[in-house]
């Protein structure tokens, strides 16, 4: 097992003075697909995103990370229960997964939820300074995450946006940890994202029934 850690965390190649490793780079080009897949409502975006984050929990690992070590286990966690919910989706809507945007209270929801959580990890973080050498950013990602992983397993338009809010601080944290290859690809990850929003806001025009109904009993 160690021998599959050193290799995962091992140098892939330095491009423009950054070292890329192997966890960084395999992890996010799965992380990729399964954004991809999420755009295209295929339930395999969810075991797509348990691989990634399996893998990347290295990468955060090794850059003294634990927001996003956190992050990568919510990941893992969230993806079963995210397999579930569309599975459930599939069976009471034909086979396909409807989208909708967020009732009010739902959105009240994810933005205290938000708030407060980072509130709390952060304030953990700063409190634990072994186990963040930069707690607020590290605490939003992982909050922030967790709330985008929550939107997608119930269909709504918002996961797109809050994903949005994520890469913005994810970005500039990732090249500032050394993890250059999880900074280029967040990049890519917001083209993606723009394309996914406009085509599940589109897709929610379309239809005006719930969607997922039942999902949180």
Known sequence: MSGVLDWLNSEAFTAFDQHVIWSDMVGNCVGLIALALGWRRSIWTWPAQFASGVILVAAYASAQLSGGVGKQLLIIGVAFWGWNQWQRGRREHGGDIAVRFASGRERAVLVAGTVVGTLIVGGLFTAM???SWNPWPDAYIFVGTLAA?????RGLVEFWFAWVLVDLVGVPLAFSSGLAFSG??????????????RDWWLRSRSSSRPVLEGAAA
């Open 149 to 153: 992983m929550v939107a997608q397993a």
């Open 129 to 131: 300074p072994d186990l």
């Open 184 to 197: 280029l690809v967040y990049v890519v990850y917001l083209a993606l994202v723009l394309w996914g929003m």
